[in-house]
């Protein structure tokens, strides 16, 4: 159980251009979810918080109206990239907490975005 | 401001020996202190976790070991073999609700 899912696993967009990626509960309840970025050899720095229904709450210094983040189900959060930049080329993780636990977390399999 | 201080950050270790990775927080509002395994290209895993009403826990070769009064909590990895190579996240609570902020990882290397 506690299966969280990610879509796509790889991708590339040119600048300028908006890419979406999926985040999905498989077999849970989300009722919040975390969105992290993560660059080689680094640690997981986390963007932003979303609990279904409401607004996404950003961490200090991430754009919210470049990194658009949209959880409309307890099964499904998204985040797109705006604008894409070459730096904003990264590693981006999602995780979900259920009902059942106010602590544990699961995370997705994580996206590699290239921006060319 | 790091909330979450790990170490050591990277460690060598032989096949069959123990590999110990360490822990300091700072918030004590929270009691819920997990070890994450991240492999290369992959999301980080859930491996162990504790609750502070006990002083150490125990899952097959993997042991947490927490010091409340220290507020340090220590990941233990048993007879450590090359799979286990990877890179380990311990994480504490941060702000006024449970939201983890992830220490800086350290990189396990078993050699066989």
């Known amino acids: 159980g506690a299966v969280v899912s990610q879509h796509p696993s790889r991708v590339i967009c040119k600048s300028g251009t908006s890419v979406k990626i999926e985040c999905r509960s498989l077999d849970f309840q989300a009722t919040t979810m975390f969105w992290y970025r993560q660059f080689p050899k680094k640690s997981l720095m986390l963007m932003a918080t979303s609990n279904e229904g409401s607004k996404a709450t950003y961490e200090q210094g991430v754009e919210k109206d470049k990194f658009l983040i949209n959880h409309a189900s307890l099964t499904l959060s998204t985040l797109t990239v705006t604008s894409a930049h070459p730096e904003d080329s990264s590693f981006y993780i999602c995780?979900?907490?259920?009902?059942?636990?106010?602590?544990?977390?699961?995370f997705g399999p994580g996206t590699r975005l290239t921006v060319t | 401001q790091q909330q979450v201080k790990q170490s050591p950050q990277s460690l060598i270790v032989q096949k069959g020996g123990i590999s110990i990775i360490n822990c300091a927080y700072e918030?004590?509002?929270?009691?819920?202190f997990p070890w994450y395994q991240q492999f290369p290209g992959k999301g980080p895993a859930l491996l162990i976790a504790?609750?502070?009403?006990?002083s150490e826990k125990k899952e097959g070769r993997f042991t947490i070991s927490f010091n409340k009064s220290a507020k340090q909590f220590s990941l233990h990895i048993m007879d450590s073999q090359p799979g286990d190579s990877a890179t380990y996240f311990c994480?504490?609570?941060?702000?006024?609700?449970?939201?983890?902020?992830f220490g800086r990882g350290t990189s396990l290397i078993v050699h066989p």
């Open positions: 994480a504490g609570p941060s702000g006024g609700s449970y939201i983890p902020t």
């Open positions: 995780s979900a907490r259920g009902l059942s636990s106010s602590y544990e977390q699961y």
């Open positions: 918030n004590t509002a929270f009691d819920y």
């Open positions: 504790i609750r502070p009403d006990v």
